[in-house]
């Protein structure tokens, strides 16, 4: 089948890194003076309700962790555990004096992956996040049927409409 | 012989993309249906029965059954989301940050085939498998770098949303406050659905450096958040789409 991939210009590819928090693994330092005033409301709505690991001793209570310094930045958490279980993990990222809480997991699992932003070129059927216009489509669109002299004359048949006039910023 | 279709149609404000390979199929009801959904829900339409509904000139049982069944829906994701996806994000009626996706999942479902990459407004719903040997690889716009991918994917019988700044410009806001949010730079939520990937990468743009935690939360929806400040945050089930290295 004829097609033409869409081939963007290529940059460099990035490094990765994972966020795990280990279960049996007790994060909890002394707990000193959070230096967090900061909310420790989060977004999470209908978080899964999973229970913390098992193991432990009866302890309860919520402490912060020391700061530890990563490539990413400093990582710091506080965790909570009631009936000796980890019941919640608060991930607190200290930007100059705003610190702020995002709860990343409530069952001690490691739930997001981290990585570094990377640029990168592919070819590939379509762009996910690419609102152009319909005028810039069009334009982009046909240069790249150009480079790779594609041609309609074997039965690919398309169609690129353009409106008449104004009207791109119009709806959804 | 066999005569792939490719057609791009500027529909709903914006260029809707259809490629079907293998025997051409008719995609004449899809873009019926994007029209008709355009006439029903442009809140950019003063005689659209959304307009009229919001102006009170219209009941909802005037309406096409269409609304009503919008609305629920909407009402349902406003739940799911704690109020950060809304059918009123910024006090008016206007419920398409919805309407998009379930206008695009209704189209495909009008093509009639099991093969097809339909591409509109930033979001994609891949069917099938475009050859035998690969899915339908679809690269997630860089926010930065306009000209580059941040990640590219490999998919079959998915949809991919992704909300964020690019090319519009601040439009999203976090009803709560209704001004825009910070923290992210873009969301990419994939699933079985789009209209809910795309109500889902909306309300977690929304929340700002909130959303990624969020995103954890979702069941059968996986997502990938670009933050402001240049991390990328993925949940673990978003790596199984992910392209291989050297593929394509």
New interface residues.
């Given amino acids: 089948?004829?097609?033409?991939?869409?081939v963007?210009?290529?940059?460099v590819a990035g490094t990765a890194g994972v966020l795990a928090f280990h279960p049996h693994t007790p994060a909890v330092q002394s707990a000193s003076a959070s230096t967090s005033a900061a909310s420790a409301s989060?977004?999470?709505?209908?978080?899964?309700g999973s229970s913390g690991s098992g193991g432990g001793s009866g302890s309860s209570g919520t402490a912060t962790g020391d700061a530890v310094a990563t490539p990413?930045?400093d990582a710091q958490v506080r965790v909570t555990v009631a009936k000796g279980k980890i019941a919640k993990i608060e991930a607190l990222r200290l930007q100059g004096d705003d610190p702020?809480s995002?709860?990343?997991?409530s069952s001690a699992e490691?739930?997001?992956?981290?990585?570094?932003?990377?640029?990168?070129?592919?070819?590939?059927?379509?762009?996910?996040?690419?609102?152009?216009?319909?005028a810039s489509?069009?334009q982009s669109?046909q240069s790249a049927l150009d480079k790779l002299g594609f041609k309609a004359a074997d039965?690919?048949?398309?169609?690129?409409?353009?409106?008449q006039g104004g009207?791109?910023?119009?709806?959804? | 012989m066999l005569s792939p279709v490719l057609e791009v149609r500027h529909v709903m404000g914006m260029p809707v993309g259809i490629e079907i390979p293998g025997e051409g199929a008719d995609v004449e009801a899809a873009f019926a249906w994007l029209r008709e959904v355009d006439a029903t829900f442009s809140t950019y339409r003063a005689d659209s029965e959304i307009s009229r509904l919001d102006r009170g000139e219209l009941t909802l049982a005037d309406c096409r059954p269409e609304v009503d069944e919008v609305l629920t829906r909407c009402l349902a994701l406003e739940r799911a989301t704690g109020g950060y996806f809304s059918a009123r994000p910024a006090g008016r009626l206007d419920p398409s940050g919805l309407v998009k996706g379930w206008a695009l999942d209704g189209a495909a479902r009008r093509l009639g085939a099991e093969c097809f990459c339909l591409n509109a407004g930033g979001d994609v719903i891949a069917r099938g498998r475009p050859e035998p040997a690969r899915g339908w690889r679809v690269g997630i716009r860089h926010p930065l770098e306009h000209d580059c991918l941040a990640a590219v994917l490999e998919v079959q019988d998915l949809a991919v949303a992704t909300s964020g700044e690019y090319e519009r410009g601040a439009h999203i806001v976090d009803p709560h406050t209704g001004r825009p949010p910070r923290g992210l730079l873009s969301v990419t939520v994939v699933g079985p659905e789009l209209a809910t990937a795309d109500a889902y990468a909306t309300a977690a743009f929304a929340m700002g450096a909130d959303g990624p935690a969020w995103t954890a939360t979702l069941d059968g929806y996986d997502a990938l958040c670009i933050t402001s400040d240049r991390r990328v945050l993925s949940t673990p089930g978003f790596a199984r789409h992910r392209a291989q290295p050297g593929g394509g």
């Fill in positions: 089948m004829r097609r033409a991939p869409i963007l210009t290529a940059t989060t977004a999470s709505n209908g978080a899964g990413y930045g702020r995002v709860q990343i997991s490691p739930v997001l992956r981290q990585e570094a932003l990377s640029a990168q070129s592919a070819a590939v059927d379509a762009v996910s996040g690419a609102t152009f216009t319909s489509y069009a669109l039965g690919a048949r398309t169609t690129l409409q353009v409106p009207g791109d910023d119009h709806g959804f």
